[in-house]
């Protein structure tokens, strides 16, 4: 096994925690190295770190698995590793549907995978990782009795590391239209067509936020994808609701959601541009009791950090306008950019702006299903607020 060596300097963060060391953050290689390699990581002055896996075609030449020297890293090695999340996540209360492994904080960089009941969606985003995958579908087959298992590797993300976008089962081919229960709701989730992988589960605890305050609401919802917010929002008693998507299929399947949960009569879908809309219906002086919003990331990059901030406030900034008086703002944001203090800050710009005053409810983060590892920011990404619009 070939030997990493970390510049002096580099040693603090990694052996204080952090997973990935940057090709310029090494010192030496000893030995020959092959892209998907597991490799020993060590200090300038040659003390053990851990074992990983490299790509020297990635930014991130090495990406930790273990910090333990006895460690050996094979397909027994995945099994338990998968053994060890699907416990964590019962322990925890999650047992139908999960993110039974959540990357980095998982210690098992750049792997993705969702469990929708039987049925399992795999992402693995990094080479290093994307070589195990016969290993990984031999542990979820040994953990679990899949119906299915199903591959989402479309994602720009893997280019980087020189693999190639795809798709397709890693399971006997099955229905990848599958329905999935969620808060005693019904939920269609597209496995094969969906975004991500198919479903948002990092928000479902959040959706159980708003149970109290849309009682005898009316409700305007903007970026619903499959609906599950607004759907949520009338099982648990608003008198109306209206969900607002650009895309025209996120539409059909979230008019689909509401009859399935029979709730299509006080709740609908529109295709609409939402930063058009709320603009338009502010100026008409349309009245919700409950505006929600959860919009896509805006940036994948930190230096167009400042467009997210742009999009968020004014989105923002529209959606409160839309608030009765002592109504309630449910807001999201998903990406890793925007840190939580400044997520507040910038719906406090968009408050000022509104000239309303708002009162915090609750402010949270994204299910626990989705560890957040203190010291790896990029763990800690989804901020869920309400706010009281006075
Ligand atoms: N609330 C959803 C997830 C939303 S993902 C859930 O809990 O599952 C973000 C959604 O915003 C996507 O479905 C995308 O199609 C939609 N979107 C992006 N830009 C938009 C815009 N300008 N107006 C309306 N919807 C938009």
């Not at 338990?80 to 019962?90: A, D, G, L």
């Not at 149970?211 to 608003?238: N, Q, S």
Request: glycine residues 6%.
């Amino acid at each position: 096994m070939s030997t990493v060596y970390l510049k002096r300097k580099i040693t603090p963060r990694v052996v204080n925690g952090h997973p990935w060391v940057f090709a310029n953050e090494v010192e030496k290689i000893e030995g020959e190295v092959q892209a998907g390699d597991i490799v020993e990581l060590y200090t300038h002055d040659k003390k053990f770190v851990g074992k990983g896996y490299i790509n020297p075609k990635s930014q991130i030449l090495v990406r930790l698995l273990t910090r333990n020297k006895a460690d050996i890293i094979n397909d027994d090695y995945f099994t338990e590793r998968i053994r060890q999340c699907w416990e964590y996540r019962k322990k925890i209360g999650y047992t139908e549907n999960c993110r039974l492994v959540f990357g980095e904080a998982d210690s098992l960089p750049q792997l993705i995978i969702d469990k929708f009941n039987d049925y399992f969606v795999i992402q693995t985003l990094a080479l290093g990782i994307d070589v195990w995958k016969p290993a990984l579908v031999k542990a979820i087959n040994t953990v679990f009795q899949p119906k299915g298992i199903y591959e989402r590797n479309d994602v720009p993300v893997r280019e980087l590391e020189g693999l190639s976008q795809q798709k397709g089962f890693l399971s006997a081919p099955f229905d990848t239209n599958i329905v999935i229960n969620e808060n005693g709701l019904r939920f269609h989730v597209d496995i094969e067509n969906g975004q991500k992988t198919g479903y948002f589960l990092d928000q479902q605890d959040n959706r159980r936020a708003i149970r109290h305050i849309v009682k005898d609401a009316e409700v305007l919802g903007a970026f619903t994808y499959t609906g599950t917010f607004e759907i949520h929002a009338a099982h648990y008693g608003a008198k109306s609701v209206l969900g607002l998507d650009i895309s025209a299929n996120a539409v059909t399947q979230a008019n689909r959601n509401a009859e399935l949960n029979g709730v299509q009569d006080r709740c609908r879908f529109e295709t609409a541009n939402a930063f058009d809309v709320l603009k338009q219906w502010g100026k008409e002086g349309r009245q919700y009791d409950v505006v929600m919003l959860d919009p896509p990331a805006f940036t994948k990059s930190r230096e167009t950090i400042q467009k997210a901030i742009t999009g968020y406030k004014e989105i923002n900034l529209r959606g409160m306008k839309l608030v009765r008086p002592g109504g309630f703002l449910v807001t999201s944001s998903c990406t890793n950019l925007v840190h939580p203090e400044l997520f507040l800050q910038t719906i406090d710009m968009a408050a000022k702006d509104a000239r309303r005053r708002i009162r915090q409810v609750t402010f949270q983060a994204q299910a626990s299903d989705h560890p957040i590892i203190w010291g790896m920011e990029n763990t800690n990404y989804l901020k869920f607020l309400i706010v009281q619009v006075l």
